[in-house]
């Protein structure tokens, strides 16, 4: 129970400030990245017609994304956002299920890990709706339907960093929270084995693929 809350943390001082980073989301990340990495190697290192398990795998999640994106946007699109996508899709699937295994944490329970990707989708729908539309058209769509509207449009656009950023914390943070009380209150014999594969394997997956596909949805709005 006394792990509840507790961080492990890194100051470092920059210009009279004291600059804090969370050593178990930055090592979680890292070994997430290191993984999907291996993972992309072997499953391309020897592609064949009768592919191993592996390939299956990496061609079952890639082909299913891909297909969802050009459904969202065209074939010309989806090959430009599809791996964007498949990477973030894999990413958060693999650091929401990783809290299953004993003394590992999810990223995603640091909310600068779902901020940042949610930061990250803002800024990538609205460039590529001005990439797409030009700015002029863009900024008019803030001004629809009255140019009164244009702050509420702005903030609803905003609310969407919170919105996407928060549930997944929300979810991820929260499952942790309820597997670590339940484990102590049933001394680790009873629920959580049950628990730890409903939040690990049935939530993470439903919270990776709603965050990727509403990700792909604010892309989509802004380029049409």
């Known amino acids: 129970m006394e792990e509840l809350g507790k961080v492990y943390q890194l100051i470092i001082p920059v210009f009279g400030y004291n600059m804090t980073l ?23 290192r020897k592609k064949s017609v009768l592919p191993g398990p592996i390939q299956i795998m990496g061609e079952l999640v890639v082909s299913q994304i891909y297909n969802l994106v050009e459904d969202a946007m065209d074939k010309e699109r989806a090959e430009k956002y599809g791996p964007l996508i498949c990477a973030l899709f894999m ?10 295994f004993p003394h590992l944490h999810e990223p ?5 890990t779902p901020l940042s990707l949610g930061i990250m989708g ?25 140019f ?18 928060f549930r997944l ?24 084995p049950f628990l730890n594969a409903f939040f690990g394997i ?17 892309i989509s709005v802004q380029i049409k």
Not at 108 to 112: A, C, E, P, S
Not at 171 to 192: A, K
């Open 22 to 44: 969370n050593l178990d989301a930055i090592l979680m990340t890292w070994l997430v990245i290191m993984v999907l990495i291996i993972f992309g190697f072997f499953a391309a």
């Open 91 to 100: 990413f958060l699937l693999l650091s929401n299920w990783i809290g299953m």
């Open 108 to 112: 995603t329970k640091d909310l600068n």
């Open 122 to 146: 803002f800024c990538i729908a609205h460039y590529a709706g001005i990439k797409s539309k030009g700015f002029k058209k863009y900024a008019a769509e803030y001004f629809e339907p009255i």
């Open 148 to 165: 009164l509207m244009m702050p509420l449009n702005v903030i609803g656009e905003l609310a969407k960093i919170v919105s996407i950023s």
């Open 169 to 192: 914390f929300g979810n991820i943070m929260g499952g942790s929270i309820i597997i670590l009380v339940v484990s102590y209150l049933t001394y680790s014999v009873i629920l959580p």
């Open 202 to 218: 049935f939530v993470g997956a439903i919270q990776a693929f709603v965050f990727t596909m509403l990700t792909l949805v604010y």
